[in-house]
Structures are given as structure tokens and as C-alpha cells.
């Protein structure tokens, strides 16, 4: 497995038409369920680990976010990952990051990121900020298949939407989506669960509970009463807990599409998001 820091290293010919695994480093098993994923396909296989200050807003967690290469290359060397690659902010953005910023905040997303109100309305800068940087690293990178897991779903579907409508940039390059991958306990995998104070473990459990609870509703209205119940019970502020069409993310308006519950609460200082796929009609 080698480090690569400099791009023009990319074009390597056994990295040609690789399976990618974006990343933001801080790693776990659900990075791990990615890489094991995209092995299966059989391509050489490249992660990158950057830091995206762009999709950061100001009062965000870009400076305390975890960075921890040593041990993010100690769980993707067994993995047999061919490269890890880890590019400056200057490499990304070689037009410095305050142009950076103007352009992320001008890029043209999906209707999936804008209209929901759902990330789009909690974080307004946020998707800017990952298109810019997904769509560079697809231009460097150049994969043939791109994974991405469903814990971040409405990123995911921005992505997805993104490379649909953009085939002459991207050519055919595939994006799959994988599996949110949990503890036992059940909440969802994620860098920032590092920041949880033993006192908010338990709360957090109240994320996938909720989600569990709301899967036995036949109704919206109802399954979103139950998500707000179980979360209001456990003390966490909800900033969101809805069930969406699964593909535009707007309100469900019949019953003939699939489903998509989504939460985002507040626990202390950390925001948790998980979602889940559901089967209920308006
Ligand atoms: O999901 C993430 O870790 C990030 O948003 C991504 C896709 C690597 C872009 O910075």
C-alpha cells in the first residue's frame, strides 16, 4: 500500500479505472465495510483521507476534527487497499481556499440538495463544499466505481444525481451505495461519535431506536410521531425526523414510491444524523 500525496501520481497504470473510497479519514468499520465492498469487485482500489474545509461551516468542527493517519493506514493496509492518498488543501484547491469557497457556494447542485430542507436547510454550505471537493476528486482520481455508505443518505443521493446529470465529466463511472454499518448496540458508525461524552452514549441510542420504532408505523404522520416521541423522551433536540421519498427526498405524496426515514438531532456539542429505509404511505 503506498501514500500518495502529489495527484500526478494518480495516473499510475495499476490504479487505472480503480474502485475509490472517499474519505475524511478518522476511520472505523463502516470505512472498513467500504473497502471490503469495493474489493469484492475485484479493481485495485484507492482511498483518499482529506480533511474538506469547504464543506465545513464557520462554526463547525473543521480544526477539532479528528485526524489520525497512523491509524487509519494500520486498518487499510490488511484491507489490501493499492493506494492511500492524501492530498494538501493546496493540491485540492490550487486557487487558494478563499476562492474555494466562492465556488463551492456558487456550484450548481442537484434539486436533492437544495429543496428538501432537510441538510440543505441545517447546514446551507454544506453540500456546496462536498460536491466541489467529490467532483475534484473524481477528476483526479479518475475511478471506475465510487463507494459511498447510506449513513450520509442524502449525500449520497446529491452524488448520485451529480454523476447522473454530468455523464461528460464523469463518464461511466458507477456510484454504489453500501450499507450504514452499526455497533451492536445499534447506532450508526461514525468519526464523530468520538466526541460523545460517556453521558450522551446512551442518548445517542435514541437515534436508531427511533428509526426501529417508526418501522412498525403504516403511516408518515405516524412514524414521524413515534421518531419525535423517542427522541424527545431521551432529552436530544431534534432538528429533523421525517419520512421522505426515498429518491427526491420531498414529502411523500402517495404510496407507490419507497421510503426514507431520516433523523438529525443535537446531543451536547455533536450533531448525529442516521436514516433508515422504511415502507409506509401518506
Ligand atoms: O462522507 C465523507 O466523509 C465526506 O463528505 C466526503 C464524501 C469524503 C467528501 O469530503
Known amino acids: 500500500m503506498r501514500i500518495v500525496d502529489d495527484p500526478k501520481d494518480l495516473s499510475a497504470p495499476d490504479l487505472c479505472g480503480c474502485g475509490f473510497v472517499p474519505t475524511m479519514g478518522a476511520l472505523h468499520e463502516g470505512h472498513g465495510s467500504l473497502v471490503r465492498r469495493a ?3 475485484g479493481r485495485p482500489i484507492v482511498v483518499s483521507i482529506f480533511v474538506n474545509p469547504t464543506q ?3 462554526s463547525e468542527d473543521y480544526a477539532r476534527y479528528p485526524r489520525t493517519l497512523d491509524s487509519d493506514c494500520a486498518l487499510l493496509e490488511p484491507l489490501g487497499v493499492a493506494a492511500v492518498f492524501v492530498p494538501s488543501v493546496e493540491a485540492i484547491y490550487p486557487r487558494g481556499l478563499e476562492a474555494a469557497r466562492t465556488e463551492a457556494a456558487a456550484t450548481q447542485l442537484p434539486e436533492v440538495a437544495t429543496r428538501p430542507q432537510l441538510e440543505d436547510a441545517c447546514r446551507p454550505t454544506h453540500f456546496g463544499g462536498v460536491a466541489l471537493v467529490v467532483g475534484r476528486l ?6 471506475g466505481r465510487a463507494y459511498f455508505g ?9 452524488i448520485e444525481d451529480m454523476v447522473a446529470a454530468d455523464r461528460g465529466r464523469y463518464g461511466s463511472l458507477e456510484i454504489v451505495p453500501c450499507p450504514t454499518i452499526r455497533e451492536r448496540d445499534g447506532l450508526a458508525m461514525s468519526s464523530r461519535n468520538r466526541y460523545l461524552a460517556p453521558e450522551h452514549r446512551d442518548a445517542a441510542l435514541a437515534l436508531s431506536r427511533a428509526l426501529q420504532i417508526a418501522h412498525s408505523a403504516q403511516r408518515v404522520a405516524t412514524a414521524e410521531r413515534l421518531m419525535r416521541d423517542t427522541l424527545d423522551a431521551h432529552g436530544l433536540e431534534t432538528e429533523y425526523a421525517v419520512v421522505r421519498d426515498a429518491r427526491t427526498l420531498m414529502p411523500v405524496t402517495g404510496f407507490e414510491r419507497p421510503t426514507r426515514a431520516l433523523i438529525a438531532v443535537r446531543l451536547g456539542s455533536t450533531r448525529l444524523i442516521d436514516n433508515a429505509q422504511m415502507t409506509v404511505w401518506r
Open 150 to 158: 447510506e449513513k450520509d443518505y442524502q449525500q449520497l443521493r446529491l
Open 56 to 58: 465545513f461551516g464557520p
Open 138 to 143: 473524481f477528476d483526479l482520481v479518475r475511478p
Open 39 to 41: 474489493s469484492a469487485d
